[in-house]
């Protein structure tokens, strides 16, 4: 079976996220905009997952963009409760530098699958 690298990344993110949540919850006692960086950040992953199952092409690349849309989404929040303290600088340019990284993937995905799908009509 292929490896899919998008699909191994986005979990281990969303992994990542639940954690800095669970922290900001227990120990910085933030509950909002960690609660989005939350929704958001395990949503990537998700709709990764929706992807694989895609009826059509089309319909791959909308998961994929939405899935695109909810990383930045995610980078927003992250930089933002940086911003504001409650999260320090070396844990958000960890987190930061995996969910750059999503974007990057994610970005080509929708790229060359619509570049290969044209191709095709």
């Known amino acids: 079976m292929k490896e899919n690298v998008v699909k191994e ?3 281990a993110f969303a992994l990542r996220i639940i954690k800095a949540y669970k922290y900001l ?4 006692r933030e509950f909002v905009l960690s609660k989005q960086m939350l929704r958001s950040g395990t949503a990537i992953g998700a709709l990764v997952r929706e992807g694989e199952q895609a009826q059509s092409k089309a319909d791959f690349v909308n998961k994929m963009n939405i899935a695109l849309k909810e ?3 995610t980078e927003y929040w992250l930089m933002l409760l940086k911003d504001s303290d409650y999260m320090d ?3 958000f340019l960890s ?7 999503l974007v990057k993937m994610l970005i080509t995905i929708v790229k060359t699958t619509k570049e290969n799908h044209g ?3």
């Open 9 to 11: 990344k986005s979990y």
């Open 25 to 28: 919850n227990r120990e910085q």
């Open 71 to 73: 990383a930045n989404e």
């Open 89 to 91: 600088e070396k844990s």
């Open 95 to 101: 987190i930061h530098k995996d969910c750059a990284e």
């Open 119 to 121: 191709s095709k009509k």
